[in-house]
């Protein structure tokens, strides 16, 4: 089993007709939006490319329409790049950006205290319990975002075997149907990270 290391990883889109590419984040950046934006609106069309180096010095480009729905859910992109949101907070039991721990709450006036601004909180706090139970469920309810993160990581690797918790955590390898290869987990996922926030590597793509 040939376990790779990503050390690098970047989407650029190529709006169609154009044959022109430009990083994702920048494209969206230069049209007010962020890039999720880009992804989620069906009006941009064109090629999402995917430079994906190897720490063995293999270098591949994926290129896949920006509109292309996945199996699962939601279009391909998205679903790539959520998924390794999903394992790194599943992994470390932190937020992705903030780093801020997973929490559990005795209810979601707990909860909403230390989440929500003052103001955004007193607010909430004065809303009938009839409402909020209708929106979001009985406010006296505990609030575990580690159970919920569980819970979502369980039924997410339903779908796609032969991954599983296991795997990720015992053994640190995880098979992206995306790239089509088993990923090393831990050595990988900065990389990963940093482009789920936008921070960038040097132009290699450029060059290649």
């Known amino acids: 089993m040939n376990i790779l290391t990503v050390n690098y990883l970047e989407i650029t889109f190529e709006p169609e007709g ?7 984040q920048k494209y969206a950046a230069d049209r007010g939006l962020m ?5 989620e609106d069906s009006s941009f069309i064109g ?9 063995n010095g293999e270098k591949r480009k994926i290129t896949r329409p920006k509109n292309e729905l996945g ?20 992994l470390y039991k932190v937020e992705l950006g903030t780093h801020t721990p997973l ?21 909430f706090k004065q809303m009938p319990v009839e409402e909020i139970t209708t929106m979001y469920g009985s ?6 975002e580690i159970a919920r993160n569980e819970q979502q990581m369980k039924l997410f690797l339903e779908d ?7 795997l990720i955590r015992d053994e640190g390898r995880f098979y992206d149907y995306f ?5 090393d987990v831990k050595g990988s996922i900065e990389v990963f990270n940093n482009l789920n926030l936008g921070i960038h590597h040097e132009d290699k793509w450029l060059n290649d």
């Open 103 to 123: 929490k559990r709450y005795s209810s979601l006036y707990e909860m909403y205290e230390e989440l929500l601004p003052p103001k955004e909180y007193e607010e």
């Open 18 to 24: 154009t044959g022109e590419e430009t990083r994702l």
């Open 139 to 144: 406010p006296w309810e505990p609030q575990d």
């Open 179 to 183: 790239l089509e290869e088993w990923i």
């Open 35 to 39: 890039r999720f934006e880009v992804i």
């Open 160 to 166: 796609i075997p032969p991954n599983s918790k296991e």
């Open 71 to 90: 199996v699962s859910w939601g279009y391909v992109a998205d679903n790539f790049m959520y998924t390794w949101v999903m394992i790194y907070e599943w």
């Open 47 to 55: 090629d999402l490319h995917y430079y994906v180096h190897y720490t």
